[in-house]
């Protein structure tokens, strides 16, 4: 059974760097084809997707956030973390972990977390 | 980036029927299409990948279907529980957008 779970602060300060961490289970970051990566989505809004690492350490990310965001992988204790840098009231959301899985080469999110709800606030 | 457009943006229909779902990709993807359902509170599922194919554990009469700039998701038969928020996603190429959803509620 695949499962991912964030965790991480629920209430960050303007300027602040967010550090949200996923814990997963079910399969492994080294096999190939597989990532792991995060998506956002502020309240009442569509998803935005973050970043994805890949198996072989193939990072990509938002263009719009690249400078601020940084996803990193722990596989002895199956983890992905995401920081982002400078969080603003804007980048307030619900952060999901995400898998992400290829076929014929094309990515897509076959798992979820549960999300996590970030609030932005001084 | 990519553009994703959906139409429309929300949709009222009677369970039993059959809706269509439309996802307009600013330029080609190919099949690189994807579709999600967003319940109330909860995270996104994965319904279809590579445009047409169902995911394991999805009921067949959710159908995908489409290439290069124009999709198409279709739920025939409409049950109680897919009444929901669907997504359409590129994957051809990061960043890897989402279009702005189509809200299917209770007519």
């Not at chain 1, 890949?54 to 199956?78: A, F, G, H, M, V």
Request: one cysteine or more; a neutral charge.
């Amino acid at each position: 059974q695949i499962t991912l779970k964030e965790s991480g602060p629920t209430l960050v300060k303007p300027t602040q760097t967010l550090t949200l961490t996923c814990t997963f289970s079910g399969f492994s970051l080294g096999t190939s084809g597989v990532g792991v990566g995060w998506i956002r989505q502020p309240p009442g809004k569509a998803l935005e997707w973050l970043a994805l690492l890949y198996w072989d350490d193939d990072q990509r990310y938002s263009p719009s956030l690249e400078s601020r965001l940084t996803i990193t992988k722990d596989t002895s204790k199956n983890q992905v973390v995401l920081t982002m840098t400078n969080m603003d009231p804007v980048d307030a959301a619900t952060y999901y972990c995400v898998r992400s899985f290829r076929v014929w080469l094309v990515p897509f999110f076959d798992y979820w977390g549960q999300g996590i709800l970030v609030t932005v606030s001084s | 980036d990519i553009q994703m457009t959906q139409s429309p943006s929300s949709l009222s229909a009677s369970v039993g029927d059959s809706v269509t779902i439309t996802c307009r990709a600013s330029q080609t993807i190919n099949s690189h299409l994807n579709w999600y359902q967003q319940k109330s509170g909860k995270a996104p599922e994965l319904l279809i990948y590579v445009a047409f194919n169902l995911q394991s554990g999805v009921p067949s009469r959710f159908r995908g279907s489409g290439s290069g700039t124009d999709f198409t998701l279709t739920i025939s038969s409409l049950q109680p529980e897919d009444f929901a928020t669907y997504y359409c996603q590129q994957s051809y190429s990061t960043p890897y957008t989402f279009g702005q959803g189509t809200k299917l509620d209770v007519k």
